[in-house]
């Protein structure tokens, strides 16, 4: 599966934002899709998860209350909505899609991702 994740830019404290992921392929609904952001000078972090249905959301305790996963499957989009940004919010965020067949309870918890998209930046000026 291909990912482009796009509707990263800047905005200040305590604005919104709402990133999107397309996916490629007619297999989207069977893949757990998830979100991750590396930070300047840091490694990547898990931010959440959404299961196939998109009924299941898991996050990272710094986004909890702010931010939301969802996801189209008729559109083969999964969605990150920010609210509440905060300057260290500030990272290029990845969408990324499970291998087929991974377990919820390890993807819930940020592994068995295998499958990235390009990156999009999200800039939280103070």
């Known amino acids: 599966v291909q990912l482009q994740a796009s509707g990263g830019g800047l905005v200040q404290a305590g604005g919104s934002l709402r990133l999107s992921c397309a996916a490629s392929?007619?297999?989207?609904?069977?893949?757990?899709m998830g979100w991750f952001r590396q930070a300047p000078g840091k490694g990547r972090m898990f931010v959440g998860a959404i299961n196939w249905g998109g009924g299941v959301t898991s996050y990272a305790d710094p986004v909890i209350g702010r931010f939301t996963i969802s996801r189209d499957n008729a559109k083969n989009t999964v969605y990150l909505q920010m609210n509440r940004l905060k300057p260290e919010d500030t990272a290029v965020y990845y969408c990324a899609a499970s291998k087929m067949g991974s377990r919820w309870s390890s993807v819930s918890r940020g592994y068995e991702f295998v499958y990235w998209g390009q990156g999009t930046l999200v800039t939280v000026s103070s």
């Open positions: 392929g007619r297999t989207f609904s069977s893949y757990l």
